[in-house]
T-cell receptor, first 115, second 113 residues
Framework: SAVISQKPSRDICQRGTSLTIQCQVDSQVTMMFWYRQQPGQSLTLIATANQGSEATYESGFVIDKFPISRPNLTFSTLTVSNMSPEDSSIYLC????????????FGPGTRLTVT | AQSVTQLDSHVSVSEGTPVLLRCNYS??????LFWYVQHPNKGLQLLLKYTSAATLVKGINGFEAEFKKSETSFHLTKPSAHMSDAAEYFC???????????FGTGTRLKVLA
């Protein structure tokens, strides 16, 4: 298994500003992912963070709004840019090793409120 | 395309009675299926996973799930509910090519004293 930490755990931000969320894994992992969970909703995949290359974004999410970095096998960041109140959500990162059907381990999430 | 449907958005049971949380999936492949639990203000915890081995999968905290291909179902059960089981439960199907997770909409379990 992997233990994942995220910073910050929560933040309140003004509209138009940006916030960078950090995700740290306690061991090297093959895959890292970023999700959004809007209030009372399920999780939606934002992107797959690829080590050493550009992230792979899901439909409806773009790099200009959610730039992602993954400089090594244990760390990734997600930036929420030019925020609006609609970006208020919990943002979670997850990690998985390779294999036939790897389980994902999730961080505790970052609760973002945009005013 | 793969998808997963959780048939109940809310389930209420009395403490000590059985729990049944229903999940149906759609997949073009032999699917990998998971159940996760999310307690209030906590992260997601893996309960169990199915990966084409035994169809009855045992997980943590007394939960188990049965894979039924003919019914495309993967329902989660527990013989006796405990107050600490009150949480949100997510059924997940995994894309075998990209390992991406597709989440169901979740079932909120309420346990009554």
């Amino acid at each position: 298994s992997a233990v994942i930490s995220q910073k910050p755990s929560r933040d309140i931000c003004q509209r138009g500003t940006s916030l960078t969320i950090q995700c740290q894994v306690d061991s090297q992992v093959t895959m890292m992912f970023w999700y959004r969970q809007q209030p009372g909703q399920s999780l939606t995949l934002i992107a797959t963070a690829n080590q050493g290359s550009e992230a792979t974004y899901e439909s409806g999410f773009v790099i200009d709004k959610f730039p992602i970095s993954r400089p090594n096998l244990t760390f990734s960041t997600l930036t929420v840019s030019n925020m609006s109140p609609e970006d208020s959500s919990i943002y979670l990162c997850s990690a998985a090793q390779g294999g036939l059907a790897p389980e994902q381990y999730f961080g505790p999430g970052t609760r973002l409120t945009v005013t | 395309a793969q998808s997963v449907t959780q048939l109940d958005s809310h389930v209420s049971v009395s403490e000590g009675t059985p729990v049944l949380l229903r999940c149906n999936y759609s997949s073009s492949y032999s699917p990998s299926l998971f159940w996760y639990v999310q307690h209030p203000n906590k992260g997601l915890q893996l309960l169990l996973k199915y990966t084409s081995a035994a169809t009855l999968v045992k997980g943590i905290n007394g939960f188990e799930a049965e894979f039924k291909k003919s019914e495309t179902s993967f329902h989660l059960t527990k013989p006796s509910a405990h107050m600490s089981d009150a949480a949100e439960y997510f059924c997940v199907v995994s894309d075998p090519g990209t390992y991406k997770y597709i989440f169901g909409t979740g079932t909120r379990l309420k346990v009554l004293a």
